[in-house]
């Protein structure tokens, strides 16, 4: 089995949920759209590959607006044709917080900016704790999806819906591939300025992120088995539990 996943920037990891497909026996590629050398003028031309020969793919998260074509539309329009074409080819998504915004514009759905932002660790209300469970979450985004025709909605809060079912498809707006590293990055890259403008303090988000990540770490681990089992119908028979 292989796995695709799509880092849109240079500062955002894989994470947990890669080492979840590799403990399951998945064979793990990555791409990277905007690098650092572009970070500030991201409106990069990109090609994405074919999408032959991956049995997932994991469209990640992004510092811009899943909204915004203007300043990024020279891969964020065709990147949300490529998902569309994944998900009519029955190829897997599984979308993270900007990539699951992605999965909803590639189905019909839209993305606008939210009335607030929504940063840190958050519970959600999920309609089945054993796919989605309850949190907490990390959030970090500004945006928010509408649910597309034909979905299923499996979590919310009062921000923004949270989770939701498509088909072998599956996309959540927190981040589960979170660790303290890629948060130390991201702080790094401009969002210590934002979590501060939030009236955070972005030096004990970190710290709650160190203290949090060995149980956020089993959260998505058994996030991603749910998701592997129970919609995208990947597991191999001969998977360690």
């Not at 709650?208 to 592997?228: I, N, P, S």
């Amino acid at each position: 089995m292989k796995a695709l996943f799509v880092q849109h920037d240079h500062v955002t990891s894989s994470g947990p949920i890669a080492d979840r497909l590799r403990h399951h026996g998945f064979e793990v590629d990555e791409i990277l759209v905007v690098d650092a050398g572009n970070f500030r003028t991201p409106n990069v031309r990109f090609e994405f590959p074919d999408l032959a020969g991956y049995d997932l793919v994991v469209p990640l998260g992004a510092p811009w607006g899943a909204w915004d074509d203007e300043s990024i539309g020279r891969w964020l329009t065709p990147e949300v044709e490529w998902l569309r074409q994944a998900v009519l080819a029955d190829v897997p998504v599984l979308g993270v917080c900007f990539g699951g915004q992605l999965l909803s514009r590639a189905l019909g759905g839209t993305v606008t900016p939210a009335p607030k932002a929504e940063i840190g660790w958050t519970p959600v209300h999920s309609d089945d704790q054993s796919l989605i469970g309850p949190g907490p979450w990390f959030q970090f985004h500004y945006d928010r999806w509408t649910l597309p025709a034909g979905a299923t909605e499996l979590a919310r809060n009062a921000a923004a819906s949270q989770a939701f079912s498509f088909g072998r498809s599956l996309a959540v707006q927190f981040h589960p591939e979170l660790d303290a590293d890629t948060l130390k990055g991201w702080l790094t890259e401009g969002g210590a300025t934002k979590v501060i403008a939030d009236g955070q303090d972005p030096v004990a988000l970190l710290a709650h992120t160190r203290a949090e990540e060995g149980a956020a770490r089993e959260r998505t681990y058994a996030l991603v088995d749910a998701f592997l089992e129970r919609i995208a119908m990947l597991r191999p028979a001969s998977s360690p539990r």
